[in-house]
């Protein structure tokens, strides 16, 4: 596995990518930490999110943020994470309705993020997710120091 900046991965099945989850989770910095997770529709986005969540201990439904833009989830020891949907948004401004700016979120797991540019705290981690055969490959690049710590950490986050 590598320690770089960059970290490619093949994910062969929802099983794969629920693995994937779980080491980002025990890997993820205590601090807090954001996310981009880019793809086309069906690229597995919100199906990495969701393990992510489960992992960390969130519990009851996992909603898709799709509609609602975002959505909060409470952590155990008192943090919250953030669930992004950006897809449905026309122009970043959109976002300071969304009360954000006051969210000190643990995490922040942000979907199509492009569409947010600019108005979104910067990411640590930018995860790229694409469809390749019957699963899929997986681009995960550092975008912060915090971030570069994190791959890092991902050889020795062990479930």
């Not at 960059?6 to 954001?34: E, F, I, M, N, S």
């Not at 969210?103 to 930018?126: F, K, N, Y």
Request: aromatic share 6%; proline share 6%.
């Amino acid at each position: 596995m590598s320690t770089g900046a960059t970290l490619r991965l093949q994910l062969d099945d929802p099983a794969a990518t629920a693995a994937l989850a779980a080491r980002l989770a025990v890997a993820q910095p205590r601090g807090g930490a954001v996310v981009h997770l880019h793809g086309d529709l069906g690229a597995g986005k919100s199906t990495l999110a969701r393990a992510w969540l489960r992992h960390l201990g969130v519990e009851g439904t996992v909603r898709s943020p799709t509609y609602t833009l975002v959505e909060r989830y409470p952590l155990p020891g008192g943090n919250e994470a953030l669930h992004l949907d950006l897809y449905r948004i026309g122009d970043p401004g959109e976002l300071e309705f969304l009360g954000l700016d006051e969210s000190a979120g643990a995490l922040w797991l942000v979907e199509w993020p492009q569409r947010g540019a600019g108005a979104l705290p910067a990411a640590d981690l930018a995860v790229y997710l694409a469809i390749a055969g019957d699963g899929r490959s997986v681009r995960i690049d550092a975008c912060s120091p915090t971030g570069r710590d994190w791959l890092g950490r991902l050889g020795d986050a062990h479930l």
